[in-house]
Antibody, heavy 124, light 108 residues
């Protein structure tokens, strides 16, 4: 079945780096734009970044621009989020999610499916 | 940037109550609005997309309406499994997406 599984979370000191992974299965990963969304403790959902199906375009929330990099390896069906210069306020559960349409002319109406999330804690 | 304002932020209700949650957009987003249900430790679950289309497998007690700047999610008869936090999301400004602040539905 369609599945997204995040990994790579953990505890890291402020200023350090961490890379998250999202392994996809059950659908043609290479055809779909992919997103990272996060939820800080006690807060709501916050969109973080998106990457086009072929990796040709990437967009970020202002809160992470210049520090986080989204990428993908379509040969491995895997999405990544490289997080540098981490801050305490980056502490959150990070989810990956897929567009509902494929290809370059996709204008999604929903994000589905989603992974279960991986927890990142930034603390000294 | 498009802002989404959900109300109420907290709702206390009983089983079988009718519940309505509102989501207001800071500018016209057409029908590019989705609703998600989120429970602690779980993946967000898509309920409604394109403002009023019920996602496959979602119970029919959930419905969505609205267009432009004002949207509603209605649960016609609240069930024990429905106690969760609900979020609206706008996709009109894709690739830049926005979520509402969330509405936590708790048992009265």
């Amino acid at each position: 079945q369609v599945q997204l599984v995040e990994s790579g979370g953990g505890v890291v000191q402020p200023g350090r780096s961490l890379r998250l992974s999202c392994a996809a299965s059950g659908f043609t990963f290479s055809g779909y734009g992919m997103h990272w969304v996060r939820q800080a403790p006690g807060k709501g959902l916050e969109w973080v970044a998106v990457i086009w199906y072929d990796g040709s375009e990437k967009y970020y929330a202002d809160s992470v621009k210049g520090r986080f990099t989204i990428s993908r390896d379509n040969s491995r069906n895997t999405l990544y989020l490289q997080m540098n210069s981490l801050r305490v306020e980056d502490t959150a559960v990070y989810y990956c999610a897929s567009n509902d349409c494929s290809g370059g002319s996709c204008y999604p109406k929903r994000l589905d499916p989603w992974g279960q999330g991986t927890l990142v804690t930034v603390s000294s | 940037d498009i802002q989404l304002t959900q109300s109420p932020s907290f709702l206390s209700a009983s089983v079988e109550d009718r519940v309505t949650i509102t989501c207001r957009a800071s500018q016209d987003i057409g029908s590019y609005l989705a609703w998600y249900q989120h429970k602690p430790g779980k993946a967000p679950k898509l309920l409604i997309y394109a403002a009023s289309t019920l996602q496959s497998g979602v119970p029919s007690r959930f419905s969505g309406s609205g267009s432009g700047t004002e949207f509603t999610l209605t649960i016609s008869s609240l069930q024990p499994d429905d106690f969760a936090t609900y979020y609206c999301q706008q996709l009109n400004s894709y690739p830049l997406l926005t979520f509402g602040g969330g509405t936590k539905v708790e048992i009265k």
